[in-house]
């Protein structure tokens, strides 16, 4: 049987543990990781290259394998003392101006997962060019792979140099003042000592939920989506918290839960959080957001007098144009953002911490806060959906939307197609669905939002329809 091919995908590489993520694979990744820095970065080099790794099983054991490899081909390494939020890999890398970082974590995904995530100089998640030529080194049967040994790699403890650049990020002095109380999920990851930390020096009472390491995460994703935190929920009931916050397996995504229990999207946060940002910080610059990620984003920027910037799925390509252009914030329906001047990757512990800092300026709840913006714009609803195809049909279903795409869904004519990534068809007013196939997965997602809650379950139907007519 052929072995896979060591491959990139939206961020990073990942696969099962023992299965197609060994120990041999991850060496040949670093070994081209290593032969990349060194042809790319030759001006930096000798500054190093940091490796960080998360909770899962053996992770420690794959990011001192990968920082072995690094070190035999003479090349400095900061290997970090324990797991470590991916943000604040990408932190270490600016400020060191490191030739790059790895970071051993698959984030959210199953417990039976690992991967790898290379950043290069800039510190954002590497681009597809770059992708491109680490995959054809690592693959390459010629690759020449050289023996582990650890006479430059180095041990280092990141934390209080990304506390304290997260102390200047947010007003913490306004969070206490306000006397909050949240309770906090950690979902066995690498965001403990770090969010939850900053909450208990800045908050009045603060729970706090699954903080310490599990490499089975309880059974369960480590992902902070709505049916995950049913126990942060619970704890808030109980003890009558203000704000429920979470991050994932490698502290690079957050999840919002609002004082009634009810969960708060990702597209709303990053709404919110365009807006509380410009009026309490007065940035001037745009707004990055993917092409699956909410037009609430869209109208309220129109309002406010903010430029839009769509990306495709990926959040390298929100860093890219951060690096490009003053951007007040960028983010992703699927959990991810960072700010102004802050670091071109998710950072979950800043966005849960400038959740916090908006309630307390507020003095409101998520919901108030947000109907308030409702108004000011119209409501919008947005929503996912899925459908289970097999390749063979997965393949027709491509052909047909690059060949003929459909002209309209019910009675909704197409008023524009987007194929940036996927296919976004947008039917007038705030009416839009957008299909988009999985590169790993006999999976087609589907993304849309419509100006009323009917109407969207309608859309999500119609493409469910169009989608299964293959």
Request: with cysteine; hydrophobic share 40%; net charge positive.
């Amino acid at each position: 049987m052929t072995e896979a091919k060591i491959k990139f995908g939206t961020s990073g590489w990942r696969g099962i543990i023992s299965d197609d993520f060994t120990f041999l694979r991850v060496q040949k990744a670093a070994q081209a990781i290593a032969k990349y820095v060194k042809e790319k970065e030759k001006h930096i080099i000798n500054n190093g290259v940091i490796v960080g790794y998360d909770t899962r099983f053996l992770s420690e054991k794959f990011a001192a394998s990968a920082a072995g490899v690094l070190s035999a081909n003479g090349i400095k390494v900061l290997l970090t003392k324990r797991d470590t939020p991916t943000p604040v890999i990408s932190y270490e890398i600016i400020k060191r101006k490191l030739a790059g970082g790895i970071n051993i974590t698959a984030s959210h995904n199953p417990s039976s997962y690992n991967g790898l995530k290379f950043s290069p100089s800039w510190g954002g998640p590497a681009l597809p060019e770059t992708t491109k030529i680490i995959e054809q080194y690592a693959n390459d049967p010629k690759l020449e792979l050289k023996g582990e040994n650890d006479r430059k790699v180095l041990s280092l403890d990141p934390r209080e140099e990304y506390l304290k650049v997260i102390k200047e990020k947010v007003d913490l002095k306004l969070i206490k003042k306000a006397g909050l109380s949240a309770g906090v999920d950690l979902l066995y990851g690498t965001g403990r000592e770090y969010l939850d930390l900053l909450l208990k020096q800045n908050c009045k009472k603060v729970t706090v939920l699954h903080n310490y390491r599990d490499a089975y995460f309880g059974g369960g994703s480590p992902e902070p989506r709505e049916e995950r935190l049913a126990e942060l929920k619970a704890a808030m009931k109980k003890e009558k918290l203000q704000l429920g916050l979470a991050t994932d397996g490698d502290a690079d995504r957050y999840g919002i839960i609002d004082k009634d229990g009810t969960f708060i999207t990702p597209n709303e946060i990053l709404s919110l959080l365009m807006v509380y940002l410009k009026k309490s910080r007065g940035w001037n610059g745009c707004v990055v957001r993917t092409v699956a990620t909410t037009h609430f984003v869209d109208a309220l920027a129109e309002k406010y007098g903010i430029p839009v910037r769509e990306t495709p799925v990926g959040f390298k390509y929100i860093g890219e144009i951060m690096m490009q252009e003053p951007m007040i914030i960028g983010g992703e329906e699927s959990g991810g953002l960072t700010i102004y001047k802050h670091i071109p990757e998710k950072d979950g512990i800043l966005a849960c911490l400038l959740v916090l800092e908006m309630v307390a300026a507020e003095k409101k709840s998520i919901r108030e806060i947000l109907k308030k913006l409702y108004a000011e714009v119209g409501y919008i609803a947005t929503g996912k959906g899925s459908a289970i195809l097999s390749e063979e049909k997965k393949q027709k279903l491509v052909k047909a939307l690059e060949k003929k795409p459909p002209v309209k869904f019910g009675s909704y004519p197409v008023e524009r197609l987007i194929t940036m990534d996927g296919f976004k068809f947008l039917l007038g007013g705030k009416n839009w669905v957008m299909i988009r196939l999985s590169g790993t997965e006999p999976l087609v997602r589907i993304y849309a939002e419509a100006d009323s809650d009917k109407r969207l379950a309608e859309l999500v139907k119609l493409a469910k329809k169009y989608i299964y007519s293959f």
